[in-house]
């Protein structure tokens, strides 16, 4: 028996992916080269904006003609469209067999015993069960062997008002230090040299706890072999000065951030909801480069929220202008059902979100050449994770993607290069030696 999985969204999503491998691995499943092979087909939805729910549509009517062939295939949907959408998406695809959501994602087993039986197995939980921590009973099954996923809270309790998460993913659990620790040593002895600590709001980790991620982020830099430690996403709000002191104090905890700030405009991000100002986020960037010598950032950015004016979105690029991020993922706004955003006066014609997101991205490649240039003749410590092309494929501390011509044995160490030439998605290096 074969599965296959396509997932779309975020990170964790991804990494809730390479758990229902795992589980469905223990079930004796293996993995399907392509949908049209497998016994057990999964989408792992977003709903975070439009298209992706869009996208589900499709690819689902492509699923369907899998059944014809095989009757007894199973098509399963899970994640974040199916916990904002529930019984009414099976209503508009009666193709799914099979339905479950993040919080529920430990009682597959189940569903698919209850779809092999010819039921339809729909479980959307309103609230998170009891019982949900099963889930990191199950190992995950990871393409990357040398850097993992980790995630370590569920949810988020920050009502953003453009933003469909606390509703797809509920209030903020954070996972226990104990759990987490152990599913990182399990991977220190599978190989992973580099960890990636997740959550939707993951400096918020230990709030519910009586915890804080600082020590989170001590006790993972203490588990002998991890010599990489990255996480996403942070939230200004919770990024505080033990944070920062943290990430200065731990040598291990990489030197980048990926610190969302959304709108430049104080009175958007009032609107938003996001409970900081523009001159608060310039001052969390000042104290993360203060205590983390040669700190980098990448940030997510709404263009068009409603009622934003040209001298709003100015705040904006003024902000891509003064931190000089060195990945911006931008969006335009989506309003999406059930969400405050989704309702507001004074939406935003497409074609000036457009038209926005056009300037802000030409400013943004302007910044990222002029970046790129700084790099060059710069030695940089790359952890080599992949082999693409005859080239060995890795990261630098600052979160950049290098590539440079090598034997195949040299996968998995972390190294020292020289770059040659940097655009702005890549450098291009040559090795200089050899750390680990
Ligand atoms: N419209 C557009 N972008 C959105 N994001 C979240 N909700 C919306 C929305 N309704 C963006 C935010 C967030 C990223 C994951 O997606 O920038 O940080
Ligand atoms: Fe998409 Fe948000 Fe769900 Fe991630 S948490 S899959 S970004 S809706």
């Known amino acids: 028996m074969k599965f296959y999985i396509k997932t779309f969204g975020c990170q964790m999503n991804f990494n809730d992916s390479e758990r229902i491998k795992g589980i469905l691995k223990s079930l004796g499943y293996e993995q399907a080269q392509s949908y049209e092979e497998a016994d057990i087909i999964l989408l792992n939805t977003c709903t975070i904006r439009e298209k992706p729910d869009q996208k589900v549509y499709s690819h689902l009517g492509e699923y369907k003609k899998v059944k014809e062939k095989n009757p007894k295939a199973i098509i399963g949907v899970c994640g974040c469209l199916a ?31 209850q779809a092999q039986a010819g039921y339809k197995a729909i479980a959307i939980l309103e609230e998170p069960p009891e019982d ?173 929220f409603p009622t934003e004016t040209e001298e709003d979105f100015e705040h904006t690029l003024d902000l891509l202008e003064k931190v000089r991020f060195e990945q911006v993922f931008s969006f335009k706004f989506s309003p999406r059902p059930g969400t405050p955003a989704y309702s507001m006066e004074g939406q935003v014609p497409d074609d000036v979100k457009t038209q926005r997101m056009a300037r802000l991205l030409n400013l943004q490649k302007k910044i990222l050449s002029e970046i790129a240039k700084e790099y060059e003749g710069t030695i940089q410590e790359v952890l080599l994770e992949s082999y693409e092309n005859g080239k060995l494929v890795g990261r630098t501390l600052t979160n950049r993607w290098a590539t440079l011509q090598g034997p195949e044995e040299l996968l998995g160490k972390t190294v020292l290069v020289r770059v040659e030439r940097a655009n702005p998605y890549n450098l291009e290096c040559s090795l200089v030696s050899v750390l680990s």
């Open 83 to 113: 916990q904002r959408m529930g019984a009414e998406l099976v209503n508009k695809a009666p193709v799914i067999d099979l339905m479950f959501s993040s919080f529920n994602i430990h009682q597959l087993p189940q569903l698919i015993q």
């Open 132 to 304: 949900e921590d099963k889930l990191w009973e199950y190992p995950t099954v990871r393409d990357n062997q040398y850097c993992a996923y980790v995630t370590v809270m569920k949810g988020c309790d920050k009502n953003c008002t453009y933003c469909v998460v606390p509703k797809t993913r509920g209030r903020q659990r954070s996972r226990s230090l104990q759990s987490i620790l152990s599913e990182v040593k399990a991977l220190v002895e599978d190989g992973v040299k580099e960890v990636h600590l997740l959550g939707q709001n993951v400096t918020a980790w230990g709030q519910d706890i009586g915890m804080h991620f600082a020590d989170l982020l001590y006790e993972v830099a203490q588990v002998e072999g991890v010599q990489r430690i990255r996480f996403t996403t942070g939230h200004p709000k919770d990024m505080d000065e033990r944070i920062a002191k943290a990430m200065g104090e731990i040598p291990t905890v990489c030197p980048h951030v990926h610190l969302p700030f959304q709108a430049g405009s104080n009175r958007i991000l009032a609107l938003m909801d996001r409970g900081y100002t523009k001159e608060e986020y310039l001052e969390k960037i000042q104290m993360l480069r203060e205590y983390k010598k040669g700190i980098t950032f990448s940030t997510d950015v709404i263009v068009g």
